[in-house]
Structures are given as structure tokens and as C-alpha cells.
């Protein structure tokens, strides 16, 4: 199997392609390679590569940006997907997209599984559902993997937040009322490589398993790397931001075969663990 993989020099674009190039020929393509709201860019890298899958993994990920920049969100979530759901279809390829937690508006008790209707808060979460139902419609053979809460090292994302924040040697105020599921990015790239081998078209949800507050994600992500900076529980509303985010976003599964991940708190440990032993490599 050939696989592309769009928004390569992203989060999870970066463990994609590292996780998937060890069992098969992959070619990662990052925004600099590859656009994808350009249609013509998008025709000639499925020309040249003729993937029999592409994994897109790009997206305008900024969620307070995108409420002032809602047509460059609207451009990377909703008009890419779209062309490259055309194209595929055009090419005889699979396509598998990558959305999020934020197509749930958080008012369920409880998480949230694939039969439950999307109703997003914020403008990021709109374009991303838009996106799903371009790819919905433009190619059949579909795979829509619906996440949350990505972490990874090094990268940009909300525990390496928690790790700035615990070197001001002051107490940290983390969230309590706020609810997802974080998922470490190298198991999020090993379960999408096991689905991709299955015939299971359709929406997936693919996170950490069991749903942890923020808080309890940092306190985790803490006591796993033996910091000792005070956590304390926090509310949402102390925080303010651009973006309105679900107070609830927990992801489930309702597919019997669903790769599944393991529990979140796993994916802290492995996490720390790899952290741990970079910083004790001897460097050269
Ligand atoms: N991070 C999370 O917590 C989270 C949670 C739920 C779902 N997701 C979804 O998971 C997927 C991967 O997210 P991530 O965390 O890996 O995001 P990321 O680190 O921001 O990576 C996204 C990549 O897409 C690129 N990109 C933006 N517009 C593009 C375009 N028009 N054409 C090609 N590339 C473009 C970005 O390039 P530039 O940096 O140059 O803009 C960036 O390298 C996304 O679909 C996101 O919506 C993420």
C-alpha cells in the first residue's frame, strides 16, 4: 500500500509519517509541498505519487484564531478536504480526513459516540464539520477519524503548556470543568494505521480512552514527570479566549472492531517516559 499524507510537517502529520513509513512506502507532503485548497496542486501530487490512500492530517488548527480568520479556517478545514475528497474519488484512492471533539457542542452527559449529532460552538469546530461533510459526500471510500486533545513532544499542544507553566515555580491553575479525551499522538498514529487496513468506511472516534478534566491531565502529566509544582482546580471561566470550547467532549466509540487506544493515563506514562529518557541522552 502507497499512502500520502498531507499536513506532514504537522503534530500528528510528523508521527504519521514516521509510525506508517516503517511498514510501507509513505510520502508526507507538508503545506510548503502541498497546499490543499489548490485544486491543481492537489490533481498533480495524486498524479505523481498515485497513492492507493491519503491521509490528510492538515488543518488551520488555531481555535481562537480561526474566530477572526474564518475564512483561512474555512480555506485549510472545509475547501481542502472538499478537493481532496473530489480528487481521490477522481483518482480511485481512499481518503482518510481528520476532524475533532469540537463538532460537539459539550451539553451531553457523558461521551460522546459517533450516532450523536455534531452542533459545534465555535468556528473552528464549523469548518471541521463542513470538512466532514465535503468528504462524506465526494468520496465513498471515506475514512472521517474524529480526535481530541493531541499531545505529543516536541510540539505545540496543551501539555507543553502544562511543562512552561510548571517552571514559573508558582501554583498552577488548570481547569476542573472542562472534559476531554487526551490522546497521545504516537498511539493516535499506530490505531490509524490498523484502520486503514480494514474496509470500515465511514466516522471513527479515535482518542485516549476513559476522559480525564484538564486538571487531572495535569496533575497526571506532573506526577509522571516527577514535577513537583502545586496544581490547583480551576474554572474555565477564569480563562477567557476567543473560541467558545464544549465543557464535555469525551469521545467514545460505538464500532465493535474499533482500534481503540489505550487509557489516557497510559498515554501520559509512555508519554513521560520517552520525554524522560531524550532529556538523558547523552548529547553528542
Ligand atoms: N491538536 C489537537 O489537540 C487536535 C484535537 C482534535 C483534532 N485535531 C485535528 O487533528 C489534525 C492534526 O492536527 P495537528 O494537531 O497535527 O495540527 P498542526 O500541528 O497545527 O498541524 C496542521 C498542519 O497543517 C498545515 N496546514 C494548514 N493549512 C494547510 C493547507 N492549506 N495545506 C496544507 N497544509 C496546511 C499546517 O501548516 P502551518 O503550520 O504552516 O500552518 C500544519 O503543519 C487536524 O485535522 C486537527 O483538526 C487536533
Known sequence: MKILVTGAGGLLGRALVAHL???CPVIGLDR???DISSKAAVREALGLHQPDILINAAAFTDVDGAETQPDAARKANTIGPGILAE???TAGSRLLTVSTDYVFDGNKEGPY???????????????????????????????????????????????QTALELAGGNREVRIAGDQRGSPTFVPHLAEAIGRLILSDDFGTHHIAGSGGASRFEFVRELYCRLGIETPV?????????????????????????????L??????????????LAAENEPSS
Open 262 to 275: 489505550p487509557p489516557w493515563r497510559e498515554g501520559v506514562a509512555e508519554f513521560a517516559r520517552r520525554k
Open 113 to 159: 459516540d459517533e450516532n450523536d449529532i455534531p452542533s459545534p460552538l465555535s468556528v473552528y469546530g464549523h469548518t471541521k464539520l463542513a470538512g466532514e461533510e465535503e468528504v462524506r459526500h465526494l468520496n465513498p471510500k471515506h475514512f472521517i477519524v474524529r480526535t481530541a486533545w493531541l499531545y505529543d513532544s516536541p510540539g505545540k499542544c496543551f501539555a
Open 32 to 34: 510548503s509541498a502541498l
Open 21 to 23: 513509513e516503517r511498514g
Open 232 to 260: 490547583a482546580e480551576a474554572q474555565a471561566r477564569e480563562f477567557p479566549s476567543a473560541a467558545a470550547r464544549p465543557a464535555n467532549s469525551e469521545l467514545a466509540t460505538a464500532w465493535q472492531d474499533a482500534p481503540g
Open 87 to 89: 480528487q481521490t474519488c
